[in-house]
């Protein structure tokens, strides 16, 4: 058995009909595809999730600052309320906003991330991961098997859509982020590979359209905040498919449109800072005075 990697829908009716999970059957897949054992990559999957909870760790310092000096501490922040118990999104919402947040502090700070799939995202999947880890005892061995799934996942939207920023909008980067860790959130809960489509269809649905429009250019502003919405929408696309809802328009359709509407953005919204955000007069007196009249 072989997978191509082109379809969602694929993997998950492969991976129901040898009753393993979609990270199991990646997992199988990649170790014939490359000649290794399913324990190697296993091993190598352990070095990524040893290197998100750096991330997560070293990022949330009260005392983390970007180069350009626009973020840092908002990492620390979120952890500080999430640990006093009174968030309105409750305890595991509020760990993954804080683990997103300060992944995506650290990676602005030029810290070592995961890019998953991208560095302007890679705090969607460890804020999922991680504080499944954290809150509900997920084992290391399960959130590597959720990050094989995650990387199924992300393989089918480099693919058939977009993970690029400059060439899909954001929606290519945290809304494939929020895909990815939505169906592994399933996974570590239980849910069935078509439970597992189904929330990557929903977390994508809801991103749909999102533009990239850094300000100065920098991966900072609005992208760090973003990765905070990105993991709450993959909560609450793994809630709803966990519920049992579907996703009306099938998940590989859902990819497509997201492919048709990235090609349909404008340039000025495609990571050129030309746009949405980047230019409000706040936005542009930033950048300006970040690197000068110019």
Not at 109 to 132: E, H, K, N
Not at 191 to 208: D, F, R, V
């Amino acid at each position: 058995m072989r997978i191509a990697y082109d379809s969602i829908a694929e993997l998950a009716r492969l991976a129901a009909s040898e009753t393993v999970t979609i990270g199991q059957l990646v997992l199988e897949e990649q170790a014939e595809q490359l000649g290794r054992t399913k324990e190697q990559l296993l091993a190598v999957l352990d070095e990524d999730l040893t290197v998100m909870e750096q991330a997560a760790r070293r990022g949330g310092r009260k005392d983390v600052r970007s180069h350009s000096g626009l973020t840092g501490g908002d990492g620390w922040r979120m952890s500080q309320y999430a640990q006093a118990g009174q968030t309105l999104s409750g305890p595991l919402a509020a760990c993954a906003m804080a683990i997103a947040i300060s992944v995506a502090e650290y990676n602005a700070a030029m810290g070592r991330i995961v890019a998953s799939p991208t560095a302007g995202s890679c705090g969607i999947l460890p804020g999922a991961v991680l504080a499944m880890m954290e809150q509900h005892g997920t084992s290391r061995q399960q959130a590597c098997e959720a990050l094989a799934a995650a990387g199924g996942i992300g393989l089918v939207l480099a693919q058939q859509a977009s993970i690029a920023g400059a060439e899909g909008g954001c929606q290519a980067e945290c809304g494939s982020a929020a895909a990815m860790a939505a169906a592994a959130l399933v996974e570590l809960n239980g849910g069935t590979p078509e439970m597992a489509a189904n929330a990557a269809a929903m977390a994508i649905k809801n991103q749909l359209g999102l533009v990239c429009d850094p300000v100065a250019g920098l991966v900072e502003v609005p992208c760090i905040k973003r990765n905070a919405g990105g993991v709450m929408c993959a909560l609450c696309a793994a809630d709803m498919a966990l519920a049992g809802i579907r996703s009306v328009i099938p998940v590989d359709e859902v990819v497509s449109a997201m492919r048709e509407v990235g090609e349909s953005l404008p340039c000025s919204l495609r990571e050129t800072a030309q746009g949405g955000l980047a230019a409000t007069p706040t936005g542009q007196a930033l950048a300006r005075k970040i690197f000068g009249a110019g």
